[in-house]
């Protein structure tokens, strides 16, 4: 059997898009297994962020701009969503899980990150004209942090909320079902060209399956599956992982859950430390943020033990007695620089929808919208996301000097989240230290074309990332 479209990978990705697919009565086939160990949507808190994710980096650039109007339409698309999810799988039980998010300004990190980052956030709210609140913290009755750290300043977003990842993947599964679509549970191999076209998908059992179009969703791994078009593959952005724990824990009986998403602004290249109401006493812990070599499969004592120090120190320091249920990790695809990669693969019939990072499955509803009409021939009226086309020199966000100052600010806010004791006549000598490295780095890799901060910060410590990032730089010059 010829199918009209395979998707490979079943994270919220590749899911939505093979549900919006089959829901518009093509014959589509999901190709990946529905466990999704170590995938970034099982293992995701799931928020809503739009204005809570806002950085001034990200702001600094007209591809960042755009990734926030993707995140401001993608909010609005979520109830529509929503329903039809429940209509399609005959399950009502609600996605959402947190009314609102709160921003918390404490003392764990620094002013030129934290500060910096809140006052963007704010700024942006009122610029966009969005809906918020400034509070007092106090006024957040479920926060009980250490009062060494605790929040200066609050302010509350009512509508962003949060839903329940673990829940929106089984309705994925049940919509897509119930729309006549396939699930095939084994992984692929690579995909099947011919004559510079793609025709199928080899399944790593050997079998293998036909179509016209195929769209390669698989997250962290998407770019092994390109591997019979070597010159194709060379001109989109390498794909790296961002190795994520996060912790669902369980509180204990008669103590309340917070009704919102209570977060910090994101720092240290991770997406703030924050905490998120999943019911019946379950609470999502999250989360780190590691460039990997490669994708993880475990977490390491490290993260579970920095995540859970943060939980306790900047949330309540009385969760030391919940239970934990679970300890998850993903792996968010970040291409080498920093921006998603939506689209064709020249005239191959490949498509790639990857590359979301932190806010991927916010964005899933949009982006399952989207990518069905581009491959069906219709015209997306509600944005346009050319500028993400996988095949691209990098896209550059910041200056040099403004990426070398950024991923040592970066760093260093790693170690005031550490909570590290630094003698202040230290500073400047790790300032000097880290700026000449990172400069010497990002000159070794290409005269003009660098990386986003946290690629320079973690290829600094990785051969391979470098040598990834000079072939896809070398492919471009
Ligand atoms: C800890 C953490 C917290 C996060 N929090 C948020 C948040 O609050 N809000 C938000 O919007 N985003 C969040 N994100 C980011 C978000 O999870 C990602 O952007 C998004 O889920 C990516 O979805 P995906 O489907 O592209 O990838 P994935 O979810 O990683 O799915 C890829 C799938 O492809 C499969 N696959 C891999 N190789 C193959 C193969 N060869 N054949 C078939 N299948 C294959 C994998 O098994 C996996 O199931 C978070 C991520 C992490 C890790």
Not at 364 to 385: C, D, E, M, R
Request: aromatic share 8%; hydrophobic share 40%; proline share 6%.
């Amino acid at each position: 059997m010829k199918y009209d479209f395979i998707v490979v990978g079943s994270g919220a990705i590749g899911s939505s898009i093979a549900y919006e697919l089959a829901s518009r009565k093509f014959s589509v086939c999901r190709v990946g297994d529905s466990d999704r160990s170590n995938s970034a949507s099982k293992a995701a808190g799931a928020m809503n962020g739009c204005f809570g994710e806002i950085t001034q980096s990200l702001l600094a650039s007209r591809y960042g701009k755009l990734k926030l109007d993707m995140d401001c339409i993608a909010k609005d698309l979520w109830p529509t969503w929503e329903k039809r999810l429940s209509d399609s799988s005959g399950n009502n039980k609600t996605l959402f899980t947190a009314q609102g998010t709160h921003i918390i300004l404490n003392t764990a990190g620094m002013k030129e990150v934290d500060s910096i980052n809140y006052d963007a956030i704010e700024k942006s709210l009122i610029n966009y004209s969005v809906p918020y609140k400034k509070i007092d913290p106090r006024e957040i009755h479920w926060l009980n942090p250490n009062d060494l750290v605790r929040p200066l300043n609050a302010l509350y977003i009512p509508d962003e909320h949060a839903v329940n990842s673990d829940l929106l993947l089984k309705k994925l599964d049940a919509a897509f079902i119930s729309e006549r679509g396939t699930i095939v549970e084994e992984n692929a191999k690579c995909v099947i060209v011919e004559n510079n076209k793609a025709t199928g998908v080899k399944l790593l059992n050997g079998e293998c399956l036909q179509a016209d179009k195929v769209i390669v969703a698989a997250g962290a791994h998407s770019l092994e599956l390109l591997s019979s078009l070597p010159e194709v593959s060379r001109k989109i952005p390498p794909i790296f992982s961002g190795y994520g724990v996060s912790i669902l824990v369980r509180v204990p009986e008669g103590r309340e859950l917070p009704t919102s998403v209570i977060r910090t602004p994101n720092r240290a290249f991770a997406c703030g430390l924050h905490c998120v109401p999943r019911g019946e006493r379950v609470l999502y812990l999250g989360a780190t943020n590691i460039l990997a070599e490669k994708p993880r499969k475990n977490a390491l004592i490290s993260d579970v033990q920095f995540l859970l120090d943060c939980a306790l120190e900047q949330l309540d320091i009385n969760l030391h007695d919940a239970e934990i249920l679970s300890i998850q990790v993903g792996n968010r695809p970040i291409p080498a620089d920093g921006f998603p990669l939506i689209g064709p693969c020249d005239d191959t019939n490949i498509w790639l929808a990857t590359g979301t990072y932190r806010d991927g499955l916010h964005q899933s509803p949009l982006l399952a919208n989207y990518v069905a009409n581009s491959l069906t021939g219709i015209k997306n009226h509600q944005i346009n996301l050319d500028d993400f086309n996988p095949m691209r020199p990098p896209l550059s966000g910041l200056s040099r000097e403004l990426i070398v100052k950024e991923t040592v600010q970066q760093m260093f806010a790693t170690g005031y989240e550490y909570r590290w004791d630094i003698k202040p006549y230290w500073l400047p000598l790790l300032d000097k230290g880290l700026t000449e490295n990172y400069q010497n780095l990002i000159e070794s890799l290409h005269p003009h074309f660098t990386p986003p901060p946290e690629l320079v910060a973690f290829s600094y410590l990785y051969e391979s990332m470098r040598h990834e990032l000079r072939n896809y730089y070398g492919a471009w010059s």
